[in-house]
């Protein structure tokens, strides 16, 4: 029997085709049309479409649509949302009224009362329990929203904290009273024309805070009410003062001391004034550079003079009118003669004169010096009672310009002619003589030494030393300004060499000649006897050896016998370095019969140590 898939295909189908089935175990034949005849028939459906059951009565399934808000995509019918469009409209929203949300993908409902509370009310405005918005506080409406400011209350005073409203970068904002009358600066003003008397300035009157308005007449008023019981301030002077415009301008100056006044334009100003008083029991000079009244430089005790700077057509210059007063009759002197130079350092110039041959008394002479070219005057000496004077801490390889005036209780003479001087060149000191060590302890030396008798005067002195046999100088002093120093942290009982050189801006001198010190041997801290007197030994015949071990071994000791154990003897004999730390030396005998102890001790005194077996002396 051929197998199925052994048969041709049919090419077909038809009703009467016939295919075999079993029925009831036997084999039998049925037609395609009657074996389909109980079977449903194929039912066919398209998307967008479901199978379901619309029309009444029996019946097969029938194609049903989906609806708004639905779709059907590969077998799944799925919700994609409504079309709002045909939802009815609602023109009013209630608290009770209910909103769809998307709660992390979940639809949910939410009662529209809560949609207020994600707002928070900020600055000045307020949210009520029904959801009303309201402001806070009176605002200045925007332009154009209706809401003039005529019509906001009105207030009639206005304090610090109080807001005001501004527009600033295009954005509105309030700012405080206080802060918007600071903000107004001096510069963002008007320019104004001349002053007059009408003119109005901002004042606060009686200890308010409240702003006023005063006119400058009113203010001139006031002003020349109150300058008759103006007093001129006072200023005490005591030492040598040059005029100031900021401490002595306007100021009456009272002298309680002789002292020079000097006066530079530059710190005083064209139109400074001021008045002195002399009430000290001398004279106040007044400095080159000042003219006087009384052609005199002097101002005597008792008397004022006014001063004031000028600039003019002619230059700066400083008028002094002098007032008379007792005395004032008097002669000035006349002017010295013959200034000449006799001699000249490099920072020192030695001047003399002969006095005046007319005019009153010379009480004394005052030297004035310049540099040459220069306009100012130095006063350097004012109270020379000779006719010489030596002017000091010049400028080397400087010419200088002098003059010399005689002066007495009535005044200043005229100046001497001036001398032109040139100071020496620069020169170095001259050599450090006389090094000498007056004092001497076991770690230190003190120096002495005599200043050069020659070259340009001393700044500092450098002291240098070594031990004595040593080439190269192991220490350095420098920058010593006396003629004097104490060298510590040195050796006991040890020789050292000395040199010292003097030092000023031109360089150094010569090294003095080399001193040669030691210090002292110092304490001793430990004595060990190693030969002492030992049997009978006659008295006064020859001198006994004795040596002893000695700590530190560098510091000396001494020798000596006592009739006591306890009482150190009276008399001592030098000991002498043996070698290492071993010190001995003879002892003279004692001249007394009787029992006699061994002695030895630093030659300062120090560690007094006894042997204590005595020996005898017949």
């Given at each position: 029997?051929?197998?199925?898939?052994?048969?041709?295909?049919?090419?077909?189908?038809?009703?009467a085709?016939?295919?075999?089935?079993s029925?009831?175990?036997?084999?039998?034949?049925?037609s395609?049309?009657?074996?389909?005849?109980?079977?449903?028939?194929?039912?066919?459906?398209?998307?967008p479409?479901?199978?379901?059951?619309?029309?009444?009565?029996?019946?097969?399934?029938?194609?049903?649509?989906?609806?708004?808000?639905?779709?059907?995509?590969?077998?799944?019918?799925?919700?994609?949302?409504?079309?709002?469009?045909?939802?009815?409209i609602?023109?009013?929203?209630?608290?009770?009224?209910?909103?769809?949300?998307?709660?992390?993908?979940?639809?949910?409902?939410?009662?529209?009362?809560?949609i207020?509370e994600?707002?928070?009310?900020?600055?000045n405005?307020?949210?009520?329990?029904?959801?009303?918005?309201?402001?806070?506080g009176?605002?200045?409406?925007?332009?154009?929203?209706?809401?003039?400011?005529?019509?906001?209350?009105?207030t009639?005073?206005?304090?610090?904290?109080d807001l005001?409203?501004?527009s600033?970068?295009?954005?509105d904002?309030?700012?405080?009273?206080?802060?918007?009358?600071?903000?107004?600066?001096?510069?963002?003003?008007?320019?104004?024309?001349?002053s007059?008397?009408?003119?109005?300035?901002?004042?606060?009157?009686?200890?308010?805070?409240?702003?006023?308005?005063?006119?400058?007449g009113?203010?001139?008023v006031?002003?020349?009410?109150?300058?008759?019981?103006?007093?001129?301030?006072?200023?005490?002077?005591?030492?040598?003062?040059?005029l100031?415009g900021?401490?002595?301008?306007g100021?009456?100056?009272v002298?309680?001391?002789?002292?020079t006044?000097?006066?530079?334009?530059?710190?005083m100003g064209?139109?400074?004034?001021?008045?002195?008083?002399?009430?000290?029991?001398?004279?106040?000079?007044?400095?080159?550079?000042?003219?006087?009244?009384?052609?005199s430089?002097?101002?005597?005790?008792?008397?004022?003079?006014q001063?004031?700077?000028i600039?003019?057509?002619?230059g700066?210059?400083?008028?002094?009118?002098v007032?008379?007063?007792?005395g004032?009759?008097?002669?000035?002197?006349g002017?010295?003669?013959?200034?000449?130079?006799s001699?000249?350092?490099?920072?020192?110039?030695?001047?003399?004169?002969?006095?005046?041959?007319s005019?009153?008394?010379?009480?004394n002479?005052?030297?004035?010096?310049?540099?040459?070219?220069?306009s100012?005057?130095?006063?350097?000496n004012?109270?020379?009672?000779?006719?010489?004077?030596?002017i000091?801490e010049?400028t080397?390889?400087?010419?200088?310009?002098?003059?010399?005036?005689?002066?007495?209780?009535?005044?200043?003479?005229?100046?001497?002619?001036?001398?032109?001087?040139?100071?020496?060149?620069?020169?170095?000191?001259?050599?450090?003589?006389?090094?000498q060590a007056?004092?001497?302890?076991?770690?230190?030396?003190?120096?002495?030494?005599?200043?050069?008798?020659?070259?340009?005067?001393?700044?500092?002195?450098?002291?240098?030393?070594?031990?004595?046999?040593?080439?190269?100088?192991?220490?350095?002093?420098?920058?010593?300004?006396?003629?004097?120093?104490?060298?510590?942290?040195?050796?006991?009982?040890?020789?050292?060499?000395?040199?010292?050189f003097?030092?000023?801006?031109?360089?150094?001198s010569?090294?003095?000649?080399?001193?040669?010190?030691?210090?002292?041997?110092?304490?001793?801290?430990?004595?060990?006897?190693?030969?002492?007197?030992?049997?009978?030994?006659?008295?006064?015949?020859?001198?006994?050896?004795?040596?002893?071990?000695?700590?530190?071994?560098?510091?000396s000791?001494?020798?000596?016998?006592?009739?006591?154990?306890?009482?150190?003897?009276?008399?001592?004999t030098?000991?002498?370095?043996?070698?290492?730390?071993?010190?001995?030396?003879?002892?003279?005998t004692?001249?007394?019969?009787?029992?006699w102890?061994?002695?030895?001790?630093?030659?300062?005194?120090?560690?007094?140590?006894?042997?204590?077996?005595?020996?005898?002396?017949?």
């Amino acid at each position: 029997m051929p197998t199925i898939s052994q048969l041709p295909a049919a090419a077909s189908i038809t009703p009467a085709d016939a295919v075999p089935i079993s029925q009831s175990g036997v084999a039998k034949s049925v037609s395609v049309g009657t074996l389909l005849a109980s079977t449903q028939p194929a039912i066919q459906i398209f998307p967008p479409a479901l199978m379901g059951r619309v029309s009444l009565g029996p019946g097969g399934p029938e194609p049903i649509g989906i609806g708004t808000g639905l779709g059907l995509a590969d077998g799944t019918l799925i919700a994609n949302g409504m079309d709002h469009t045909t939802l009815p409209i609602d023109n009013a929203l209630s608290s009770s009224d209910q909103l769809v949300i998307n709660s992390a993908g979940t639809p949910k409902l939410v009662p529209a009362s809560l949609i207020r509370e994600l707002f928070s009310a900020g600055q000045n405005i307020s949210i009520d329990a029904s959801g009303v918005i309201s402001a806070a506080g009176s605002v200045v409406a925007a332009p154009g929203s209706g809401n003039a400011i005529a019509s906001l209350p009105t207030t009639t005073a206005a304090s610090a904290p109080d807001l005001i409203g501004i527009s600033q970068g295009g954005q509105d904002h309030a700012i405080t009273y206080a802060a918007l009358l600071n903000g107004q600066t001096i510069d963002v003003a008007e320019a104004a024309e001349a002053s007059q008397d009408s003119d109005a300035l901002w004042i606060s009157q009686a200890g308010s805070s409240a702003m006023s308005r005063q006119t400058l007449g009113a203010v001139w008023v006031w002003l020349t009410g109150k300058i008759p019981s103006f007093k001129t301030p006072i200023v005490e002077i005591a030492t040598d003062t040059a005029l100031d415009g900021t401490v002595h301008n306007g100021r009456l100056l009272v002298a309680s001391q002789p002292l020079t006044i000097s006066a530079l334009t530059a710190n005083m100003g064209s139109g400074f004034h001021c008045e002195i008083v002399n009430l000290s029991t001398g004279n106040v000079v007044f400095a080159a550079g000042i003219a006087t009244s009384s052609g005199s430089s002097v101002l005597p005790a008792g008397q004022s003079a006014q001063l004031r700077c000028i600039a003019y057509s002619g230059g700066n210059s400083v008028f002094a009118a002098v007032t008379g007063g007792p005395g004032s009759g008097a002669s000035v002197p006349g002017t010295p003669t013959g200034l000449n130079e006799s001699s000249a350092g490099s920072s020192t110039v030695t001047l003399g004169w002969q006095a005046p041959s007319s005019g009153g008394a010379v009480l004394n002479y005052s030297v004035q010096y310049r540099i040459a070219g220069t306009s100012d005057w130095t006063l350097v000496n004012k109270s020379i009672s000779g006719t010489s004077t030596t002017i000091a801490e010049l400028t080397p390889s400087t010419a200088y310009d002098f003059a010399v005036a005689a002066t007495n209780a009535s005044g200043s003479g005229i100046l001497s002619g001036v001398l032109t001087v040139t100071t020496a060149a620069a020169m170095a000191p001259g050599q450090v003589v006389g090094v000498q060590a007056p004092a001497a302890s076991s770690t230190s030396i003190s120096m002495t030494w005599t200043a050069p008798s020659s070259g340009d005067p001393v700044q500092s002195y450098t002291l240098q030393y070594r031990p004595s046999g040593s080439s190269a100088w192991s220490g350095t002093i420098a920058g010593i300004t006396t003629t004097s120093q104490t060298v510590t942290g040195l050796d006991p009982a040890t020789s050292y060499d000395f040199e010292v050189f003097a030092i000023n801006a031109s360089g150094s001198s010569l090294a003095s000649q080399v001193a040669t010190f030691s210090t002292a041997a110092g304490s001793v801290t430990g004595i060990t006897w190693n030969v002492g007197p030992t049997g009978t030994y006659a008295a006064g015949s020859g001198s006994i050896g004795v040596n002893a071990h000695v700590a530190p071994a560098s510091a000396s000791i001494q020798f000596g016998f006592s009739t006591s154990a306890t009482v150190v003897p009276s008399a001592w004999t030098q000991g002498t370095l043996v070698n290492s730390d071993l010190w001995g030396t003879y002892v003279p005998t004692p001249a007394t019969a009787g029992s006699w102890f061994a002695w030895a001790e630093g030659t300062d005194g120090s560690c007094p140590t006894v042997l204590p077996t005595p020996f005898t002396v017949n």
